[in-house]
């Protein structure tokens, strides 16, 4: 027997390796925590731990007495099962990098079969992957009779899809829309949520705190909110899609194709629709969102848009709905991701939206001047033209897998056109004047931001974005009538306004994170020119401009807990705000705090608390102090001094959120106050029959909202229930013919739905009612405007026969405004035949088919010394045959 000598030195060294060695695979790896609905743990749990590619089993073990496992495996992408002899199988995909995470794992009760009689067990409403992502169990919301992926989303709990397309998530609109992880389309989420098929679907994730670059996501925290739509493998890596066509009574008509390529290395989608059937793929949310800019995309700090001014000046035509005689569209959108290798992803859209319609509408107008009241009929008949685009391209480059380099650019150009012919008379028949409005429009909005993210060191995070934008505005008016124009004007007026506007600036931020608190603290610049130049011949000076420039130099230091049960977020925000106009120069200091407390009770139940304060200028517009037309019949005159007022928001919320994933059970509750001080007012001076307007500060302006939705999903009938109660108020503050005038608003809505559930059923159905209640109170005018409106509804579907199913909606629109009624019921069968395995399908549709003539409806909106009752023009209904063909 020969011994080998080992020096001790050597041995030594080899020890210290093996010994932190051990410690390192001991700390790859994951902690799966099985637990029951009520948090006991679970233990004899199998678990289970795959790699997706190979299905080779990497870990497994059994959970101990507390529900605890710990499974090394190196950092990577895995699909992981839990078996139970009790419970329901749970499976789902994890990512494990070089820190040990947590993942909890819920089981349910499965279902015991006994001889012939089986007891079905409550089918899971979901599950938790960690504690920011819900995945949604289809099965127990859908029916099978969804078609759109807007269907399925209104299904879901806590979800909805607005009558514009957006996503609402508890009453709030998500930040990103993806498609297996990948952005779809930008701030159009309408193109996905019409467009993707219901068949496609294979489940649908809800992200918290969504960020695709993991040292933000461990580190900072986005704070934004996602949706993830995981497809079937069978519509992956290879091109789907459809096209269908449509032909109708009375000339309507539907082309419209889709074509989607979803792979791991390139995605491309393509929607295309011309129609004249009023189906829209750009609503108002996405135009909103989508003109906002390219702050957006700044990685080192939120610039989500403020919504004081953000209602103002929008095309027409995503404004009326159906409230039109006529509308064409025509639709092109293309989406595209590319990725060359790990470090690099190509991003990026291009939308081109083309809108052609007519209205007609009767408004009769009570009108407040000088203590009378006066009654005037406006009959208007219109047409315009609405050419938007957007383009955006977005890049990202990792060098490593701590340091990212993202850079985007945006360029939307749009051109809104608008012709009017009318004639105005009031009710003693003393005015009778026929008058003529043109207006063009052409915007070019175009930015670009720069933003550099890097790890450098295990807590921390070092985060710089720069950016450019630039907006040029031309808007041409012209305006002539059969008498004098605002009481002395003969003749036509004209005017031409431009507005040109640049903006840039930057953001150095630093993140520390520590044991249980996240430290931030940052320093930002940003500057904005504005100039405003009008040409007219309505005022004395035919040629007047304003300029306007901002400074603003600011800082912020921030603390957060984003763990466990008490979690808060505190940030203090200095801004030295610069202002300088022809007339002089104004800085002031500002605090701008931040508070948000959070009493996290579970991943799915929650109470939170948030403060916040924003500062914001008003339009340049506004402090040109000459005056110039809006319309017809109202003038206005800006105010110069403007330029040194800073509207100051102050916001305070109060949200609850329980969901009880296995009883199908969800409630949230919002409720939100902002006060606006040193907001912008308006003056009105009635003369005759038109309005003169004056920009003036006022001290405040007040808006509360309200809403308390709960949902309930009833097993033994296979229904779910959902009731939603909202309020709206709102207090503005200003003046009629030189008297201050207060205008309180409210406005109620409530909703109750019943909807079945599961699928094989031969008959499905959604009814329910929304009531809808305005009041509104003007200081000044006595008596109060009420108006109400009943929206009862009935939808049923399901199968005829074999490869035969109908579906036909019901809907039912009450108006009543004083001694004002009106009542429209709309009916819509659609009878689908579709052999199984077949590309083809044919469909015969009625749209509104009670109303395939000529119909109104109307509509009320008040101002402070003039209410509106609109009788307009709708859509006519119709009658059609489409067909379809899918690859």
């Known amino acids: 027997m020969s011994f080998i000598r080992i020096d001790k030195k050597k041995a ?6 093996s010994f932190f060695l051990s410690f390192s695979l001991f700390g790859q790896g994951v902690v799966v925590h099985c637990i029951l609905e009520d948090d006991r743990p679970v233990s004899q749990v199998a678990v289970e731990l795959y790699q997706i590619k190979t299905k080779k089993v990497v870990a497994f073990g059994l959970t101990g007495a507390h529900g605890y496992i710990h499974l090394r495996a190196a950092a990577d992408v895995y699909l992981l099962e839990a078996k139970h002899l009790s419970f329901g199988q749970v499976t789902m995909e994890i990512s494990i990098d070089s820190s040990l995470d947590t993942i909890v794992c819920r089981m349910f009760p499965k279902k015991i079969e006994i001889g012939e009689i089986v007891v079905k067990e409550k089918m899971n409403m979901g599950s938790l992957k960690g504690d920011d992502t819900l995945s949604y169990n289809l099965n127990a919301f859908v ?18 899809v607005t009558e514009t397309g957006k996503i609402k998530v508890n009453g709030k609109i998500v930040d990103n829309l993806l498609i297996d992880g ?38 900072d925290r986005s704070q934004k909110t996602a949706v993830n739509v995981r497809l079937k493998e069978k519509y992956k890596g290879k091109l789907v899609g459809d096209v269908e066509s449509l032909g109708a009574y009375r000339n309507s008509y539907q082309l419209h194709s889709n074509l989607f390529d979803f792979g791991r290395k390139f995605n491309f989608s393509g929607i295309f629709d011309v129609n004249n059937i009023n189906a829209q793929t750009i609503g108002l949310q996405d135009y909103l969102s989508m003109s906002s800019g390219v702050q957006r995309d700044i990685r080192a700090e939120d610039r989500s848009p403020s919504q004081i001014e953000q209602l103002a000046d929008l095309p027409k035509s995503l404004l009326s709905d159906n409230h039109l005689e006529k509308r064409d569209v025509k639709f092109g959108a293309i989406n595209y991701a590319i990725y060359p290798n790990k470090k690099m992803k190509i991003n990026g859209f291009s939308t081109i939206n083309q809108i052609y319609s007519k209205e007609k509408k009767v408004s009769n107008r009570y009108f407040y001047s000088s203590g009378t009241n006066l009654e005037f009929i406006d009959s208007i008949r219109s047409r315009g033209g609405f050419l938007f685009n957007q383009s955006k391209l977005n890049l990202e480059y990792l ?27 009031n009710s003693l028949n003393t005015v009778n004047q026929n008058i ?18 890097s790890r450098i060191s295990r807590f921390s995070l070092l985060s710089v974005s720069a950016y450019f934008e630039r907006e040029h505005t031309k808007n041409q008016y012209f305006v002539t009538a059969s008498d004098t124009l605002f009481g002395d004007v003969f003749g036509p007026i004209y005017q031409n306004g431009e507005l040109r506007a640049d903006e840039f600036g930057g953001i150095v931020k630093y993140s520390r994170k520590s044991r249980k608190n996240l430290w931030k603290i940052a320093v930002g610049y940003d500057v904005q020119n504005k100039g405003f130049l009008l040409n007219t011949n309505f005022s004395f000076d035919t040629i007047s401009s304003v300029k306007f420039r901002q400074n603003n130099a600011y800082s912020f230091v921030s603390a957060e807990r984003q763990k466990g049960l008490f979690q808060y977020a505190l940030k203090i925000k200095i801004a030295s705000l610069g202002v300088s106009h022809s007339i002089e120069t104004n800085r002031n200091i500002y605090l701008a705090p931040m508070a948000k407390i959070k009493f996290a009770f579970k991943p799915t139940h929650e109470l939170s608390f948030f403060y916040n304060r924003r500062l914001q200028s008003p339009s340049v517009e506004k402090m040109l102090s000459q005056k110039y037309v809006l319309d017809y019949r109202d003038y206005v005159i800006g105010n110069e001094w403007l330029y040194k007022n800073v509207i100051i928001e102050n916001a305070v919320s109060l949200n609850y959120l329980l969901i009880d994933l296995f009883n199908g059970f969800l409630l949230y509750a919002n409720s939100s106050v902002s006060k606006f001080k040193n907001p912008i007012g308006v003056n009105f001076f009635g003369e005759s029959s038109f309005n003169k307007k004056e920009y003036s500060v006022v001290p405040s302006l007040i808006r509360w909202n309200s809403m308390v939705s709960t949902e309930l999903r009833m097993s033994k009938l296979s229904t779910k229930i959902k009731m939603q109660f909202a309020y709206l108020y709102m207090k503005q503050l200003g003046g009629v013919n030189g008297h201050s005038n207060i205008l309180r608003s409210h406005f109620f809505t409530h909703k109750l739905a019943l909807s079945s559930l599961g699928k094989g059923r031969r008959f499905n159905y959604d009814l329910g009612v929304e009531y809808r209640l305005q009041l509104v109170n003007n200081l000044l005018i006595k008596g109060g405007q009420r108006s109400q409106t009943w929206l009862p509804f009935l939808n049923v579907s399901g199968d005829l026969i074999k490869n035969l199913s109908f579906n036909i909606d019901n809907k039912l629109f009450y108006f009543l405004a004083e001694k004002q009624k009106k009542k429209i019921l709309e009916i819509s069968p659609k009878i689908v035949y579709h052999k199984k395995n077949s590309r083809f399908r044919i469909w015969g549709v009625a749209h509104d088919i009670l109303n395939m003539g000529k119909t109104s409806f109307l509509e009320r909106h008040v101002e402070p010394n003039q209410v509106f009752l609109d009788s307009y023009s709708r859509l006519p209904g119709y009658i059609g045959l489409g067909i379809s063909f899918s690859w």
Not at 399 to 425: C, G, V, W
């Open 143 to 160: 029916n099978g009779k969804e078609e759109k992926l807007k269907d399925v989303i209104n299904k879901l709990p806590g979800m909805e």
């Open 436 to 453: 003529q409005e043109k207006q063009k429009k052409a915007k070019k909005t175009a930015g670009q931001q720069l933003s550099y993210i």
């Open 399 to 425: 060098p490593n897998k701590n340091t990212l380099l993202n850079y985007s650019i945006r360029f939307n150009p749009d051109n809104n056109n608008q012709d009017r012919l009318l004639n105005m008379t």
């Open 182 to 219: 990948k952005e779809f389309f930008g701030d159009n989420q309408k193109a996905a949520t019409d467009n993707i098929d219901a068949e496609m679907l294979d489940g649908i994730d809800l992200l918290k705190d969504f960020e695709s670059f993991n040292p933000v996501k461990e580190i």
């Open 12 to 17: 030594f060294f080899l020890w210290i390796c």
